[in-house]
């Protein structure tokens, strides 16, 4: 039988926690289903049980996080850890992966919280092994409490790549250099943005003490890297920078990148909702209203998985999408969701001032992607080169979804979850046209691989049921 | 490339990685067990052949591929180790390594 929930929320980050908290404290049945095998999402992964024997490596934020997950755990939300979603429809069917057996349940509505992942950003050696993301780097802090053997490079912009540095440095971990691509021109273009981000003087204030605790270590950092190549044969040998117009060369076996977060947007746009391109974010996301809803009816999508907009606003963006399910689903009416509402709302509002602000400072240089050299490549999967890719335009491929019977990319495994937003921005700048207007792949089900005795196993148990 | 900064006393599980009998902790990822035993490359790429290692660790790039008990391109980053599995580095679009 397939069990129907009268909500669904798909993900146990931040916004999905108090989502489900929220919704199930207003007397809605809620099952939560997340691929992790505890609540947290990658933000607070592992928040139940850290294996640091110090907390306070992770910081003050991180610990937040383990107040949702008491509220959620104390709720009564229905939870499926480990059990991911590989096909959504709009009729509210939700294809799961439990524990590895494969299984449906349908919902009255659904929340979609599945968060955000590092922009991919190529360059020269980038699929070699030894690069990693440092959102790679910090999950395996989190959760196992691995860290790097020797001397690490960290490179790119954004505050995780920071917020990295200073934890790694707290454990004793050795960093090569700090390798700043932030361009030069950002902290001008985000100052007219300041005097509103001033009003969340906190987030700003962490982010320069976490620049003062890596400087005092004696970090090497390098401002105004422009370039970034990973050279080696069967893994990384080194790393070689320009900055000033000079190259470097720092051996390594270990570098960590990051060009900020983006949403997760592969499950949205199997659904078919409407995404736009956020031009400060340079990334899709998909269209939401103030409570998160999209065009397909019955769905809401919450958290940074919406627009980054951090931690704190994907919590309150949750409690706002539960109030609005209860509504929704004639639990309260709109005078009493809107009354509710009112702390949530300030909050999200409070949060979101400072997100200009931080746009701006940490967008990414737009010649990392319009500059990119013909050899890089674009798609790990089916190694699909940014030359490949401006050969096809000139050829006449005019959007991502024709790239692919061009020439493969983003048909590979990950289905252009690491080529995608690079592709349209390519094919955009090559074209001379705006990216919206240029589109993005078309994402079909399975959301995650699937295999054809987990699929057997669906059909027996749904005759059986019949 | 990675060390562990010390032992978190948690239970062990023993797994093979290629062949080779490893203890690792219950509960950590394929992917976190074979980086800490230094076992890198995972694979080599479908296309051209060349050695790929985990880049995401959080399920989005596929570059962690490995053959898990028989069954080829499992993701090592969201497979949890369990007793007496078996792990294979794998060699292109699947099938073992030799
Ligand atoms: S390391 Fe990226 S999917 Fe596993």
Not at chain 1, 51 to 71: F, K, N, S, T, W
Not at chain 1, 176 to 204: E, H, K, V, Y
Request: with cysteine.
């Amino acid at each position: 039988m397939t069990a129907r929930h009268e909500l669904a929320v798909i993900g146990a980050g931040p916004a999905g926690l108090a989502a489900a908290t929220t919704a199930t404290e207003l007397g809605l049945e809620v099952a939560i289903f997340d691929d992790q095998p505890a609540p947290g999402g990658q933000i607070y992964r592992g928040v139940e049980r850290t294996p640091l024997a110090d907390p306070a490596v992770l910081g003050e934020d991180y610990r937040r996080g383990a107040g949702l997950a008491e509220a959620f755990r104390a709720s009564g939300a229905a939870y499926h850890p480990s059990c991911g979603v590989w096909l959504l429809t709009p009729e509210r069917e939700i294809g799961l992966l439990d524990n590895g057996q494969a299984r449906f349940v349908t919902a009255g509505r659904v929340i979609i919280a599945g968060g955000a992942m590092e922009r991919p950003v190529p360059f020269p050696g980038w699929t070699l092994p030894g690069v990693m993301t440092a959102g790679a780097g910090q999950i395996l802090l989190k959760s196992v409490g691995m860290v790097p053997e020797k001397e690490v490079v960290l490179a790119g912009t954004g505050p995780l790549l920071l917020l990295l540095a200073a934890q790694y440095l707290r454990v004793g971990v050795r960093i090569a250099a700090l390798l700043d691509m932030t361009p030069r021109s950002n902290a001008l273009r985000a100052l007219p943005q300041l005097p509103a981000a001033l009003s969340a003087f906190g987030t700003l204030a962490k982010g320069l003490a976490l620049k003062r605790e890596i400087r005092r270590a004696g970090v090497r950092v390098v401002k105004g890297v422009t370039s970034l190549r990973a050279l080696g044969e069967a893994c990384l040998e080194a790393v070689v920078y320009e900055a000033g117009g000079r190259e470097q060369r720092l051996d390594s076996e270990l570098l960590l990148v990051h060009f900020g977060v983006i949403p997760d947007s592969n499950t949205t746009r199997s659904l078919g909702v409407r995404h736009l391109w956020d031009s400060r974010q340079l990334c899709w996301r998909p269209a939401v209203d103030a409570w998160g809803n999209t065009d397909v009816e019955g769905f809401a999508v919450v958290g940074d998985g919406a627009g980054i907009g951090g931690a704190l606003a994907a919590e309150h963006a949750g409690r706002l999408a539960a109030l609005e399910a209860a509504r929704a689903l004639g639990r309260i009416d709109v005078a009493e969701r809107d009354e509710r509402a009112a702390p949530a709302r300030a909050a999200v509002v409070k949060e979101l001032r400072v997100r200009p602000f931080l746009d701006a400072l940490f967008q990414p240089a737009p010649e990392l992607i319009s500059r990119l050299d013909d050899d890089t490549v674009v798609c790990r999967c089916e190694e699909v080169t940014a030359g490949q890719v401006r050969e096809a335009v000139g050829q006449g491929c005019t959007g991502p979804n024709q790239l692919k019977s061009f020439t493969r990319c983003g048909m590979g495994p990950c289905q252009g979850r690491q080529c995608g937003t690079t592709v349209s921005q390519l094919i955009g700048h090559t074209l001379g046209r705006p990216v919206e207007e240029i589109g993005a792949y078309r994402i079909r089900p399975p959301l995650k691989p699937i295999n054809l005795t987990q699929l057997a196993a669906l059909d027996s148990e749904e005759g059986e049921a019949a | 490339m990675f060390k562990k900064l010390h032992d978190d006393g948690a239970a062990r599980v023993t797994v093979t990685i290629d062949g080779q009998a490893v203890q690792v902790p219950a509960g950590e990822t394929v992917a976190a067990a074979t980086l800490i035993h230094g076992l890198s490359p995972f694979r080599t790429s479908a296309v051209s052949g060349v050695p790929r290692a985990p880049f995401c660790m959080m399920g989005v790039c596929f570059d962690c591929l490995v053959e898990i008990d028989g069954t080829p391109n499992r993701q090592a980053c969201q497979v949890r180790v369990a007793e007496g599995m078996a792990i294979r580095r794998q060699d292109g679009a699947g099938g073992s390594a030799p």
